[in-house]
């Protein structure tokens, strides 16, 4: 059996556990730059907060309704991800890590010993981090997602936050009251294509031919019918794959005009690509930089260029990899635009120990040990504390954050405070 368990309102529900004031009302947590709302309290919801909404024009309803706007804070959200996961993995070597706030466990047993094992995770999730989650449990992983979705809404058997539909029937009467929207690997673009050809819940996808689904839809979409009917098509990835390709990029608080502002954040951009190329034990075989304006200002002159380069020698070398992207942005750079992003992308990605590169190619200089040392230190310090000139540089780019909370796991600095001493490391 899998069971899916996600964090409910996952960024909301990490800034209530070290500010218990905020339990009760509403509150959205913003994206990159405080643009729009990305995560929502239910609170929130219920006063018609949409997914996605640009903070401009939620400002009546901020005022009308008290609602708390906070920008998101990722050093807490992916902290408590990771005790989350470390937590699960003391449950069930049987663990794949779908996302942030989502894992696939690998779970036996019958209804009711399942239903017991899944509200104790959830209880012991709940008192050593202070998260709430709801678990999903079914013979395959798109079932398992639906049970999820019937926990969230207590559809019967699912009691407690735990919904167990091992039942054939159980599984009919929950896919019948499913929109078909909601179905994982449907989404919102797949699903007014079924619903104009009659398929408007889970339940009727499932019904209809696998044969036909495939040839109007792909093997994808057949495999989820298959899974909607009990056929296991996709197994635990306990040691998922590693990342073909990694693109790093964010948009500017204010648009940018000057060469030395792209450079400092394409550089920032570039470390933190190459950390995560080296994290899943990985090298590049080239490397692309892109740059745009904002096309929504329609007024103003427009530029978007992207170029890609094929490395001599494959790298995962912080050094040689920033030299390479700063000189692709000398001659993507025009001046008399305003920028409102810039970008790198790692490309042709192989294990390390097996890069190839260019015959007879000049190997470019690196340093396995300096950065394995680089790494480690920023492991330990927190992120940037050991970096390169480039990235110090700020130019006015970074993103906007008016109202971040405190980094409360991740910065001694920013631990929660008892009495009014003075934090002791």
């Not at 899998?2 to 070290?18: M, P, W």
């Not at 990305?38 to 939620?58: D, I, Q, Y």
């Not at 012991?124 to 979705?149: E, F, Q, S």
């Not at 104009?196 to 819940?201: K, S």
């Amino acid at each position: 059996m899998f069971a899916l368990l996600d964090v409910n309102n996952c960024y909301v529900s990490c800034e209530r556990v070290f500010n218990p004031k905020l339990v009760g009302r509403p509150v959205i947590v913003l994206s990159n730059n405080d643009g729009c709302a990305v995560a929502r309290s239910e609170e929130a919801k219920a006063l018609g907060v949409k997914m996605g909404a640009p903070l401009f024009r939620l400002q009546d309803l901020i005022r009308r309704h008290g609602i708390v706007v906070l920008s998101s804070n990722y050093a807490l959200y992916g902290d408590m991800s990771a005790r989350l996961m470390a937590l699960l993995a003391d449950h069930t070597p049987q663990l794949e890590v779908y996302s942030i706030d989502e894992a696939f466990l690998g779970l036996q047993g019958d209804a009711a010993s399942l239903q017991a094992e899944g509200e104790a995770i959830r209880d012991k999730v709940h008192r050593w981090l202070g998260l709430p989650v709801c678990l999903g449990i079914a013979p395959t992983k798109t079932l398992a997602k639906a049970a999820n979705w019937g926990a969230k809404r207590g559809i019967a058997p699912a009691r407690n936050g735990v919904g167990v539909f091992a039942d054939p029937a159980l599984q009919t009467m929950l896919l019948a009251q499913m929109p078909v929207g909601e179905v994982w690997g449907v989404g919102r673009k797949l699903a007014p294509r079924l619903q104009a050809l009659g398929i408007d819940t889970a339940l009727a996808l499932r019904e209809a031919d696998p044969a036909w689904v495939q040839r109007r839809f792909g093997v994808g979409l057949k495999r989820t019918v298959l899974e909607l009917r009990g056929v296991p098509c996709l197994e635990l990835e306990v040691a998922p794959e590693p990342r073909q390709g990694i693109v790093v990029s964010r948009s500017f608080a204010e648009l940018q005009s000057t060469e030395a502002a792209l450079r400092s954040a394409l550089v920032a951009y570039t470390v933190r690509a190459a950390e995560k190329l080296r994290r899943q034990s990985s090298v590049a075989n080239a490397l692309g930089v892109f740059v745009q304006t904002d096309h929504f200002r329609r007024g103003e002159p427009q530029y978007a260029r992207s170029s890609v380069y094929t490395l001599a020698m494959p790298s995962q070398d912080s050094r040689h990899l920033i030299r390479v992207a700063t000189a692709q942005l000398r001659r993507l750079y025009r001046p008399g635009f305003r920028y409102k992003r810039v970008g790198v992308m790692l490309l042709e990605l192989s294990p390390a120990e097996r890069g190839q590169g260019v015959l007879f190619a000049e190997a470019a200089p690196t340093s396995e040990a300096l950065m394995r040392t680089l790494d480690a230190i920023n492991r330990k310090m927190g992120r940037g504390t050991v970096g390169f000139a480039a990235e110090r540089l700020r130019q006015g780019w970074q993103g906007r954050a008016a109202w971040r909370s405190p980094a409360y796991t991740t910065r001694w600095s920013d631990l929660p405070r008892v009495g009014a001493g003075p934090v002791r490391s």
